[in-house]
Structures are given as C-alpha cells and as structure tokens.
C-alpha cells in the first residue's frame, strides 16, 4: 500500500513538473522571441547620429532595447488575452499558447505585469523621457488591442506609429538630436510592412472578416494601390534625405533602397511567408544580401575609412 502512495505521489509530481514545463514553453512561445527584431529600430539613431563605434552608447541602446522587449512581450500577451475568440477562429493563431488552452489567462496575466514592472525599471535607468515614450508605447498598443484595431486605416497606421515610437527611443536612449527623415522613413517603412501583412491576410482564410474586423472593408485591390503609394513616398522621402543631409556620398545607397523596396513588394505577391510574417524577409537570401551591402556603404559614407573606425576605438 505504501508503495502504491509513493508511485502515486512521484506520477503526480512528474505529472505537475511536465505540467509547469509546458507552462513555461508556452510563456516563452507568448512573448514572440522572433518578432524581437523589431526593437532593431532603437538601433538606426546609433547608426546614422555617428557614435556608431562607441560603447557607452551601445550600452545604453541594449538596456533600451531589453526595455522594449519586455514591455513588447507583455503587449502580445495582453493582446493574445484580448483577442482569444477571435484567435481560436483563425487557422495559425489559433495555435497560440493562449488561445490553445496551454497557457492560463490568469498565469499569463500575471507574467505579463511582471515583464510590464521590469520594462519600467529598465526604462527608468534611462530618464524620464525614455519612460514617457515607453508609457505612450502601452497606451498606444492598449488602444490597439481594445478598439482602435477594428478602425480601417488606422489599425496600420497606428502599427507604423509603435515603430516611430521605438526609432524616438533609440534618439532618446544616447541624448542625441532627433532627426525629422528618421520619423518619416521609419513611419513609411513600418506601414508598408503593415499594409503587406493586410493583404496577406486575404490569402490566409477563407473568409477574412471572420479573423480580422477591418478585413470586411479593405479589398486586395485597395490594399495594393495603398503599397504602391507608400512605396512610391518612402522612396523619395529617402532620397530627399540622401540629397540633403550631411553627407551628399549618401545618394551611393540609393540603388540599394529601391531594390529592398521593389524585392519586399515582389515577395508579398509571390511569397506568402514573407507578408505573413516580415521578420521572414532576413532568410531571403538576395535581400539579406541587399542589406549588408546597403549597411556597409552607408557606414564607409558616414564615418569615413576603416582606419579611421580603428583609431577611435583605441581613443
């Protein structure tokens, strides 16, 4: 009989271990680690304000960072509660840890405050203005989720708008200006992913409207001439930056941002991983390619000869 008591015992804890492990996965699974490169944004200000090669600054862009991680993932968690019908109706989000059932509202309510505390904590390391953009991040991300979502037209710019707000950040997080081509570009670029996101959306479900609200207004028709006035404005609002800005050498990047621009509208067409998911765009291959080399005559434009970086490294 006592033996009978301790196999029922160790099953039930072997059973409660398995059962926190799939908990915790799911947690994990709910924060979206893969959409991560979104905080990248806060990067670009270190990139184009010149302090590139120093390390005070990079510090204080990854504590900026680790910040947006945190507060970001307790967004998707509080939008993944918010949206849990919805989800349960849709062919891949329904699959989420939430809306699956492996995760609890109550214990990913409770884990998204605690990622919500530590992203304020991160955030006032950095100043109240850093706090302030952070704040304003939630709220917009709040109203997103409760009303604002089921808006036509404002559900992607309003996406577009929590990428400006991350660009800001990394301004604010090493105390440099604020570039007004730094809020345009992003803005435009942010809401060119969000409108191929839209029209992939078309494609993924037999009938839209059921997963998504502003789907019953938006057409593949709209949608698409929506791209291509967004591509078109993005385009020349860079190249009114390369023509403008300090350095004139930065019209050299230009063939580069035409064909990341024309490689991503061709791939939401033709790809439709690339427009479901945009973080899919830095496994294709000849855009990758794009990038690195767009990067590397953007930073030999901006800080000059390697030997130069050198130098300032060493101090």
């Excluded at 507060?71 to 849990?84: E, L, M, P, W």
């Excluded at 998911?277 to 990038?291: E, I, V």
Aim: some cysteine.
């Amino acid at each position: 009989m006592a033996r009978d008591d301790t196999r029922g015992t160790m099953a039930e804890a072997q059973t409660h271990q398995a059962s926190l492990a799939q908990t915790a996965a799911g947690l994990a699974r709910e924060v979206r680690p893969w959409q991560w490169y979104k905080q990248a944004v806060l990067l670009i200000a270190i990139v184009f304000s010149g302090r590139l090669f120093d390390p005070v600054a990079w510090g204080q862009v990854a504590i900026g960072v680790a910040a947006f991680c945190a507060v970001a993932g307790a967004t998707y968690i509080f939008n993944d509660i918010s949206d849990v019908e919805a989800d349960r109706r849709h062919p891949e989000k329904r699959k989420r840890p939430i809306a699956s059932g492996q995760v609890s509202v109550p214990t990913a309510a409770a884990f998204g405050v605690g990622l919500l505390l530590f992203g304020f904590a991160l955030s006032y390391a950095l100043g109240a203005l850093f706090v302030l953009i952070v704040a304003t991040y939630l709220a917009q991300n709040a109203a997103y989720s409760l009303y604002l979502k089921d808006v036509v037209l404002v559900d992607v710019l309003l996406i577009a708008f929590g990428f400006v707000l991350r660009a800001v950040a990394g301004v604010v997080a090493i105390g440099v200006a604020l570039s007004p081509w730094l809020v345009v570009c992003t803005f435009l670029a942010a809401l060119l992913l969000a409108l191929g996101k839209r029209r992939h959306e078309f494609e993924a479900s037999a009938n839209p409207a059921e997963t998504r609200a502003t789907l019953e207004e938006y057409t593949p028709e709209t949608l698409d001439q929506l791209l291509v006035v967004v591509i078109s404005t993005l385009l020349i609002s860079y190249s009114i930056y390369t023509f403008t800005g300090a350095k004139l050498a930065m019209m050299l990047t230009l063939p580069f941002a035409f064909f990341g621009v024309f490689r991503y509208h061709h791939l939401v067409h033709t790809t439709n991983g690339v427009a479901a998911s945009p973080g899919t765009l830095l496994f294709d291959r000849q855009f990758l390619l794009n990038l690195g080399l767009w990067g590397v005559v953007a930073v030999v434009v901006l800080y000059g000869r390697p030997r130069a970086w050198l130098v300032g490294l060493v101090g």
